[in-house]
T-cell receptor, first 113, second 114 residues
Framework: AQSVSQHNHHVILSEAASLELGCNYS??????LFWYVQYPGQHLQLLLK??????LVKGIKGFEAEFIKSKFSFNLRKPSVQWSDTAEYFC???????????FGSGTRLQVQP | ETGVTQTPRHLVMGMTNKKSLKCEQH?????MYWYKQSAKKPLELMFV???????ENNSVPSRFSPECPNSSHLFLHLHTLQPEDSALYLC?????????????FGPGTRLLVL
């Protein structure tokens, strides 16, 4: 069965700390990968996505993610977090040709000023 | 900010009530989705509509009834719900068969069933 795992459920960082959120997927074949963010009281917003090509993907607000096929991973990174990055982060995956997005359980990031 | 709108944003209903959730997308997409987001659980896909036809129904109880009258509007009709149906219901849309098909989400309807 297709699944997406996010290892960290709750992460607390100080401002300017570096961030890495883990995401692993179990899919056969070609996979499309996404990171979404949900700020408090707001809707899910797309941070970045990977379809093919350069495995290092840059997204909005200084976020990036690296697709490592051999590790079935798509970890999210940011060199220096800000208080405004406090939110819940969701990794999602979709097999090419399928409609369904499978989401991880989310990681709640709390950035302390 | 979002091209996908949902109404109402909050809804409280009793188990015997009938209500409907509405979703509208302004992105010109041809596919629409209903997801359920419960506390401490991953988002669960409920229904998919492509070109106004239901193409996926992920074992959702019949007390949830979707309707897609056109490519811009999607409804979720609710009747005789249970307290465990309390959750955030999210609508999304995408352009199927686009080279980098991506789903865009609405703000959700937070539903409380008493």
């Amino acid at each position: 069965a297709q699944s997406v795992s996010q290892h960290n459920h709750h992460v607390i960082l100080s401002e300017a700390a570096s961030l890495e959120l883990g995401c692993n997927y179990s899919y056969g074949g070609t996979v499309n990968l996404f990171w979404y963010v949900q700020y408090p009281g707001q809707h899910l917003q797309l941070l970045l996505k990977y379809f093919s090509g350069d495995p290092l993907v840059k997204g909005i607000k200084g976020f990036e993610a690296e697709f490592i096929k051999s590790k079935f991973s798509f970890n999210l990174r940011k060199p220096s977090v800000q208080w405004s990055d406090t939110a819940e982060y969701f990794c999602a995956a979709k097999s090419t040709g399928r409609r369904a997005l499978t989401f991880g359980s989310g990681t709640r990031l709390q950035v302390q000023p | 900010e979002t091209g996908v709108t949902q109404t109402p944003r909050h809804l409280v209903m009793g188990m015997t009530n009938k209500k409907s959730l509405k979703c509208e997308q302004h992105l010109g997409h041809n596919a629409m989705y209903w997801y359920k987001q419960s506390a401490k659980k991953p988002l669960e896909l409920m229904f998919v509509y492509s070109l106004e036809e239901r193409v996926e129904n992920n074992s959702v109880p019949s007390r949830f009834s979707p309707e897609c009258p056109n490519s811009s509007h999607l409804f979720l009709h609710l009747h005789t719900l249970q307290p465990e149906d309390s959750a955030l219901y999210l609508c999304a849309s995408s352009q199927e068969l686009a080279s980098q098909e991506t789903q865009y989400f609405g703000p959700g309807t937070r539903l409380l069933v008493l």
